[in-house]
């Protein structure tokens, strides 16, 4: 069965940093595409980032370009998010889904709030 | 990047109801559109993908089709499970960008 497990939301100041983690399985990780998407409290999808299977390509929503990195280990079936220079905007459930968003883990909340 | 305009942004329908939504982009995407189902609290679920292929698992009364700018959603027969909000996805190129979503209610 697939799953995919986010973890390491939570709570931070404006100006912060934070680290989100993805565990997959049930699949073969490595031959896959993966992606964060994001979605903000009462509104809709938001993608923020892809990375090729091997992290040769990748691809950043200009919202978040320059703060937020994704990255991945496929030794350890993980997808990565750390996200710099955090604002209030940025307050959201964070979702990795594989591939072509085929399938998504349950999310993790991040909260940027003084 | 590419623009997603769904609609209508809210609808409510009875249980037995056809119910149509659509999705345009801004400009043609081939057939590189997914349909998702989102209830609240949980994480979208793909129901439709490259436009009119049905996901594996997903009932036979959801339908897509369209290419190019204009693409339709349809569940034939609305049941209570549906009650939901639905996105379309453009995954035609990057920036991915999602459709502002239809919320089915029911009447």
């Known amino acids: 069965e697939v799953q995919l497990v986010e973890s390491g939301g939570g709570l931070v100041k404006p100006g912060g940093s934070l680290r989100l983690s993805c565990a997959a399985s049930g699949f073969t990780f490595s031959s896959y595409s993966m992606n964060w998407v994001r979605q903000a409290p009462g509104k809709g999808l938001e993608w923020v980032s892809s990375?090729?299977?091997?992290?040769?390509?990748?691809y950043y929503a200009d919202s978040v370009k320059g703060r937020f990195t994704i990255s991945r280990d496929n030794a350890k079936n993980s997808l990565y998010l750390q996200m710099n220079s955090l604002r209030a905007e940025d307050t959201a459930v964070y979702y990795c889904?594989?591939?072509?968003?085929?399938?998504w883990g349950q999310g993790t909340l991040v909260t940027v709030s003084s | 990047a590419i623009q997603m305009t769904q609609s209508p942004s809210s609808l409510s329908a009875s249980v037995g109801d056809r119910v149509t939504i659509t999705c345009r982009a801004s400009?043609?995407?081939?057939?590189?559109l997914g349909w998702y189902q989102q209830k609240p609290g949980k994480a979208p679920k793909l129901l439709i993908y490259?436009?009119?292929s049905l996901q594996s698992g997903v009932p036979s009364r959801f339908s897509g089709s369209g290419s190019g700018t204009d693409f339709t959603l349809t569940i034939s027969s609305l049941q209570p499970e549906d009650f939901a909000t639905y996105y379309c996805?453009?995954?035609?190129?990057?920036?991915?960008?999602f459709g502002g979503g239809t919320k089915v209610e029911i009447k």
């Open positions: 889904a594989r591939g072509s968003l085929d399938r």
């Open positions: 996805l453009q995954d035609y190129n990057y920036p991915r960008t």
């Open positions: 990375i090729s299977s091997s992290s040769s390509y990748i």
């Open positions: 490259a436009a009119s």
């Open positions: 400009q043609g995407i081939r057939n590189d």
